[in-house]
């Protein structure tokens, strides 16, 4: 149910808090350390940047401009690579916890080490689908522009909804791809198709709930940022009224970083919920269509494999009935008597 899953991510964060918020942390690490460099830079340098300005022509600033754009692409990109592959390790502690197994940081990283290389190949296929995907939208865009004229600002609104459907439908469908890939140990390509094969007949309750997910999340988010966002202005005003640009620039770099590191954070925390949301979905969905209960409630009578992953090994349709599953009560190995 809705409140278990959330009641679930809450307890496995809690139960394996340096597994999952060490690795959300190594997730938001690359964009923190951008912001407070970004920061510092701006605080420091705001006047030989207005002076540049001024005598610089146009094509300085669209150098620039590319310069900064393809910069904050690569760095988009490798964010994405890196957390793509740490999506998928935190599944691990996620799915050792619905059998009350512990997990520490390393044995997360050494449990999901086998599946690096894949979650790297499935986020390179997620990206390149997503490039593809922008180019051939603004390529449709500028035809319809060049030669549609003005009736091709009409059609401009609806093609922009359909391309936000299908890509929300698409991201729903591939949702539980690194999960896939790292408890049942499959490849990119085999990992896209294990997600759209469980996400059958659950699209809308998936969407749902990560609808509600994401906005409780950026609620709280924002609550405890914007805050922050305003500490510096108020601070430069109490506590430095009239001390000059120096000590103006020196307090718009402390609290950049702080508010950098706040940023950070908050966003582990966010990120760490929603993974585990993520995860629990999967082992769901596995349970539903696979009977991965059964597996789980078997592992948790016999204490079979305490340091593996619940559920890697088992594949579609391969698990069998429980024994005295489906007898009828009072006969012989009836569940839950039969053994």
Same mark, same amino acid.
């Given at each position: ?16 808090a340096k597994?999952m ?14 912001a ?10 705001t ?7 001024e ?11 590319? #310069? ?5 692409a ?5 964010s994405?690579f ?11 502690p ?18 999901a ?16 689908a ?6 051939l ?16 600002v ?7 909804l ?8 698409v991201?729903?469908?591939?949702m ?7 408890v049942?140990e ?6 896209i ?5 469980l ?9 749902g ?12 988010t924002?609550?405890v ?6 500490l ?20 718009g770099?402390?609290?950049g970083?702080?508010?950098a590191?706040?940023g950070a ?8 919920y929603?993974?585990?949301v ?10 539903r ?13 016999? #204490? ?11 594949q ?18 009836a569940w839950?008597?039969?053994?």
């Open positions: 149910m809705f409140g278990e899953v959330l009641d679930g991510s809450f307890q496995a964060i809690r139960r394996n597994a918020l060490g690795a959300s942390l190594l997730a938001q690490s690359l964009s923190a350390i951008l407070a460099v970004l920061t510092g830079v701006l605080a420091t340098s006047r030989s940047i207005e002076a540049w300005a005598t610089a022509n146009s094509a300085d600033v669209a150098s620039l401009g590319i #310069g900064m754009m393809a910069g904050f690569v760095l988009s990109i490798l994405v890196i957390s793509a592959v740490l999506q998928g390790a935190m599944v691990v996620v799915a050792r916890s619905i059998l009350n197994r512990p997990t520490g940081f390393r044995r997360m990283l050494a449990l080490r086998p599946s690096f290389g894949a979650l790297i190949r499935l986020a390179a296929l997620l990206v390149a997503v490039l593809v995907t922008a180019a939208f603004f390529t449709v865009i500028v035809f319809l522009f060049s030669n549609v004229r003005g009736a091709g009409l059609l401009v609104l609806p093609l922009m359909a391309f936000g459907v299908a890509a929300a439908w991201a729903v469908k591939v539980v791809a690194p999960a896939a890939v790292v049942e499959l490849g990119a390509v085999a990992g198709r294990r997600s759209w094969e996400t059958r007949a659950n699209w809308w309750r998936i969407l709930i990560t609808l509600v997910v994401g906005i409780l999340v950026g609620v709280i924002q609550v940022l914007i805050p922050a966002s305003i510096p202005t108020v601070l430069s005003g109490v506590v430095s009224p009239h001390g000059g640009s120096g000590q103006d620039a020196a307090l770099i402390v609290m970083i702080v508010t590191v706040l954070l908050v966003g582990a925390v966010a990120y760490a929603q993974t585990s993520m995860a629990l979905l999967y082992m769901d969905l596995r349970m269509k696979d009977g991965l209960d059964i597996t789980l409630l078997r592992q948790m009578e016999t #204490g079979a494999d305490p340091s593996g992953v619940p559920g890697r090994g088992t579609a349709g391969s698990t069998p009935a429980y024994p005295g599953y489906g007898t009828p009560p009072g006969s012989p190995g839950p008597y039969g053994r």
